[in-house]
């Protein structure tokens, strides 16, 4: 038998290296496929790809908090989103993404020119810093524009929602270009402030996991990035089902949940996640009423 056929190809070579190396491959960013995250970023694939004309298409994605959303995004602008220099020498800024922290038209501006690193008034009048993103926008091609956190619209007068939500109707309008919002399942009440707004967004839902196949194929593809030198078989039906329901089926908490599993089997050198493992880490389930974590030394 193979060593190590548990652990992906690419990884292996980890599985030589000291507890403290392997510790720390656990910290480090990692993408893990699975089925709704590789849909999700073909159809913002697909959004980028949109011939301009008059009323584009829009996206509103939502899920619980930390179900992955965000991880999705940075994915697709890795991977589709990089600047480049054209054939005409212009400077491009095929997608710009930008967080969204506070009900304010300035705000929404203010965060567009950051992300150009523009030099810029933050309390200049609204129509000056609107004529500069605009224009930045413009002059780096872009074709589309990603709002995250757009929950947080929701905690501002219906007035400041209002405006905001037209701000954005009116840079898809101007620059004809597809919007993509992101945000917690409360963002689904800024498009009913006006029917306008429903009929620009499609709707997308990023859910929780359930358990079945596609659930035991992600924790299997999850196991294939832990450094672990024995095979855990998460994907197995009783260890499936005690992973969800300690995470709640929320991806953020599943990999938290076996990240800092894997840190404690290297550390003791059992070297697998197990069934008494994942017991012993049950604080790491979520409370139903405030989503804490606690853990009890």
Known sequence: MTEYAHVSPQFKDVMY??????????????????????????????????????????????????SG???????????????????????VRPVIYVEVHKPDERELYNAILRAFWAPHNPVAP???????????????RTRMLILDEVHTINNGSSTKRMDVMNELKMLSNVLHIPLVLVGTRTALQLLTLDPQYSSRFEVVSLPNWSVNADFQRFLKSFESVLPLKRASKLYSPELTTLIHAISNGNTGNIE??????????????????????LEKN???RPTSVDGLRERVL
């Open 69 to 91: 959303k965000t991880t999705v995004i940075s994915r697709f602008l890795d991977s589709s989103g990089q600047p480049f220099i054209s054939d005409d020498a212009v400077s």
């Open 256 to 277: 938290y949940l076996l990240r800092e599993c894997a840190r404690e089997a290297i550390r003791t050198g059992a070297e697998v996640i197990d069934r008494q493992l």
């Open 282 to 284: 049950q604080w790491m």
């Open 126 to 140: 609204l129509e000056k810093l609107r004529h500069q993103a605009i224009h930045l926008l413009r002059n780096a």
């Open 17 to 66: 290296k000291s507890d403290l190396d392997r510790v720390d491959f656990l910290d480090a960013a990692r993408w893990v496929d699975y089925k709704a995250a590789n849909t999700l970023k073909d159809i913002l694939d697909g959004l980028l790809r949109k011939p301009e004309r008059p009323r584009m298409p829009n996206l509103l994605l939502v899920g619980e908090s930390n």
